[in-house]
């Protein structure tokens, strides 16, 4: 038997692994993507709930606009939110009574379901303008339902931007 010889069994390793550099280089870059990545994930969280707010929005007015358009008088009548809703409640309703009384229940739903929700129903030549501080409809032109609400401010912006949703009520 050979003798074995200590230096043989030295393993040298020269140029194999990682330096520390290396590493704290490699964390850098992989920390800022997961950085850039949860900011993505936050616009694309706020975005969502923006949609939501408009699609919720255009469906109600969409809804109050073919309400509108199957109830008796609704649309020759005087759109009177102050009624009490009592009546819807009872069954038994006036044509009349029966539509403020909805549209009563409608604007209360969108106060509840949207930041600063706000609607009603108005003659106007130029649906497209108006907040809901100043809904601008001019009394001329068919009707049409419009919805107002406060976006939540996103990106740089922290202050809430108004929105607005019409539908034109067909055929009226």
Do not use: Y
């Not at 010889?5 to 990682?18: L, Q, T």
């Not at 706020?46 to 408009?54: C, I, K």
């Not at 759109?79 to 006036?94: F, I, S």
């Amino acid at each position: 038997m050979k003798p074995r010889n200590e230096e043989s069994s030295v393993i040298r390793s020269h140029g194999s692994g990682f330096s520390l550099v290396e590493v704290m280089v490699a964390l850098a870059i992989f920390s800022t993507g997961l950085g850039g990545l949860s900011l993505l994930l936050l616009l694309a969280l706020q975005e969502t709930a923006a949609s939501r707010l408009h699609t919720f929005a255009a469906s109600q007015a969409q809804s109050m606009a073919e309400f509108i358009l199957v109830s008796p008088g609704a649309a020759s009548g005087s759109l009177n939110p102050a009624a009490a809703p009592g009546c819807l409640l009872d069954g038994v309703c006036e044509p009349s009574a029966m539509v403020s009384a909805a549209l009563h229940e409608w604007r209360n739903g969108l106060a509840d379901a949207l930041p600063g929700g706000n609607g009603l129903v108005c003659h106007d030549g130029t649906p497209a303008d108006g907040s809901a501080q100043q809904p601008a409809c001019d009394g001329a032109g068919p009707l049409h339902v419009k919805v107002f609400w406060l976006e939540p401010g996103g990106g740089d912006s922290t202050s809430p931007s108004p929105r607005r949703a019409v539908a034109r009520v067909p055929l009226l």
